[in-house]
């Protein structure tokens, strides 16, 4: 069965950090490119960043360059988001998504709130 799992969404202040991570299983995490992606009340999901699957190669929306680094651990079979200088506008549900050859599979979402 396949999962992905996010956390390390809440609750933070602007300038604040967040990391997210997703938790893959049932099939073979090291094969797929992952994503983040988000999605804010009334509007469309949006990419974020994406890395390939040997970790060697990343992008990102410019609204995030410089602020986001999204990372893999292929031996834990986890990517991650790191966000710093967070910003209001960056509040939404980010959502993990992975990508083979054939199929993707996406996660079921964790919420980011960035208020003061």
């Known amino acids: 069965q396949v999962q992905l799992v996010e956390s390390g969404g809440g609750l933070v202040q602007p300038g604040g950090s967040l990391r997210l991570s997703c938790a893959a299983s049932g099939f073979t995490f090291s094969t797929y490119s992952m994503s983040w992606y988000r999605q804010a009340p009334g509007k469309e999901r949006e990419l974020v960043a994406r890395?390939?699957?040997?970790?060697?190669?990343?992008n990102y929306a410019d609204s995030v360059k410089g602020r986001f680094t999204i990372s893999r651990d292929n031996a834990k079979n986890t990517a991650y988001l790191q966000m710093n200088s967070l910003k209001p506008e960056d509040t939404a549900v980010y959502y993990c998504?992975?990508?083979?050859?054939?199929?993707?599979?996406w996660g079921q979402g964790t919420q980011v709130t960035v208020s003061s």
């Open positions: 890395i390939t699957s040997a970790g060697d190669s990343t």
């Open positions: 998504n992975s990508r083979g050859a054939f199929r993707s599979y």
